[in-house]
């Protein structure tokens, strides 16, 4: 079986956990003997191509008719982009995104020539439409020269560019949600984003959903069958993952909080968790790793409620540096207000890092050995951080039972389902 995937980003070079659940959901694919070619929009040759075959969209030549052309344009809408609208984003677009216009946008795309190739920043920068479109372009010229039988497209990014290929091939297509605008927005969603995410979902054969907890929305939301909503799991792959031994440079005790600092993971229950602990608890220090829209907001919280000294905040981090976030962790916490799944925890799980998660994380689906609270619980996620601080034998049993539990979450087991997903299109 080969299968035509598209996707926005591929390790090493991510900005969250939406490249990493790529990388090792095609890894288990391999393992099932499931051939895939990546489309990703800017490929750097770094990537590992051991189990995949990687198409660089920025050398591919636009291949389409202006006739073809022209019937993308449907597909798309052309507006300014928030922030709040990106998935995984970097500290360094936050600003460019919010006060940037692309008004015209439409109009240079209509203008590329035939055969003339586009390089691609593969970012979720501030002209992040213009590229989703000429992905799409892209994805026309693929799907006409390429051999396939099933076409997947990971999130919003990319469903353009699975409809167009769907629509040059005849083949069937299978689009994956690792989050929904009303994850990223709550209820302030974003109305055009929320349509290119509902058309990719009607356009679809089938419709992979991270989670329970995601499946619900895609159905209640989106207003899509449930007869062609399926459920597959996050898993984790640790082949290449160390638990690093790394001697602290503090006695205190380090409580740690690691993604991007937005709405939808809930930074202010930290914070507001933390003042708590500190009453009763005073020995410990709170670590806040990541970036995002409310980072000065946070910064400022803690301000006023006089814990500074108590806190840190490090910034993004990504690959080594995490795993020596974890090393000094005694507790790590991720109090999301809606998070799809969460592969966050399964990491700081391996790293004997005993875990706490919101009830509203689709993680919280198949771990038993994390301590679970609702998000707004600010109360009990206190009294949680301090169990896990101050009994040693509740947080050694977390540890050793949690360590069993995520070594058995493997990417081959959710690349099965997968491909059974595939079986069930053709």
């Known amino acids: 079986m080969k299968v035509l995937m598209f996707g926005w980003e591929f390790p090493p070079h991510i900005a969250g956990g939406l490249g990493t659940a790529c990388y090792g959901l095609t890894k288990g694919l391999a393992k099932n003997e499931v051939d895939i070619m990546f489309v990703m929009p800017r490929a750097s040759g770094d990537e590992d191509g051991s189990a995949v075959r990687i198409l660089n969209a920025s050398d591919v030549p636009i291949l389409a008719t202006v006739n073809e052309l022209e019937s993308f344009w449907k597909h798309v809408n052309f507006y300014e982009v928030g922030s709040n609208l990106i998935p995984y984003v970097g500290p360094e ?165 690691l993604g991007r600092i937005t709405y939808q993971k809930g930074p202010e229950y930290f914070i507001e968790a933390a003042a708590k602990v500190l009453k009763s608890f005073p020995k410990v220090r709170f670590v806040m790793a990541g970036s995002g829209d409310m980072f000065h907001n946070t910064i400022r919280r803690v301000a006023q409620l006089g814990i500074a000294s108590h806190f840190h905040f490090t910034g993004f981090l990504r690959g080594a540096d995490v795993q020596r976030m974890f090393a000094n962790s005694d507790v790590y916490v991720m109090p999301s207000v809606s998070e799809p799944f969460g592969i966050s925890p399964l990491e700081a799980m391996h790293s004997n890092v005993p875990t706490i998660i919101s009830k509203q994380s689709g993680v919280a689906e198949v771990l038993k050995y994390a301590m679970k609270v609702d998000f707004w619980d600010v109360n009990a996620l206190a009294d949680a951080i301090y169990g896990l601080l101050a009994y040693p034998a509740l947080s050694n049993m977390m540890v050793r039972c949690g360590l069993e539990e995520v070594n058995a979450l493997k990417w081959e087991h959710a690349a099965q389902q997968v491909k059974k997903v595939y079986k069930s299109t053709i």
């Open 93 to 257: 677009e936050f600003e460019t995104l919010v006060h940037h216009n692309i008004k015209g946008t439409k109009e240079k795309i209509r203008r590329i020539g035939f055969g003339q190739t586009y390089t691609f920043s593969g970012k979720y920068g501030a002209n992040l439409m213009e590229e989703v479109a000429r992905y799409a372009m892209v994805a026309a010229t693929i799907a006409q020269r390429e051999q396939f039988d099933v076409i997947h497209a990971h999130d919003w990014l990319t469903y353009i560019a699975g409809i167009v290929a769907k629509k040059v091939s005849g083949k069937p297509l299978v689009v994956h949600v690792h989050a929904t605008e009303f994850d990223r927005s709550g209820e302030n969603i974003n109305q055009r984003v929320y349509d290119i995410e509902r058309q990719g979902m009607l356009e679809a054969d089938r419709v992979i959903t991270v989670s329970n907890l995601t499946r619900n929305i895609v159905i209640t939301r989106y207003g899509i069958s449930p007869d062609k909503v399926v459920t597959v799991h996050n898993a984790v792959d640790f082949q290449n993952h160390l638990v690093i031994d790394e001697e602290r440079g503090v006695d205190d005790k380090i409580v740690t909080f």
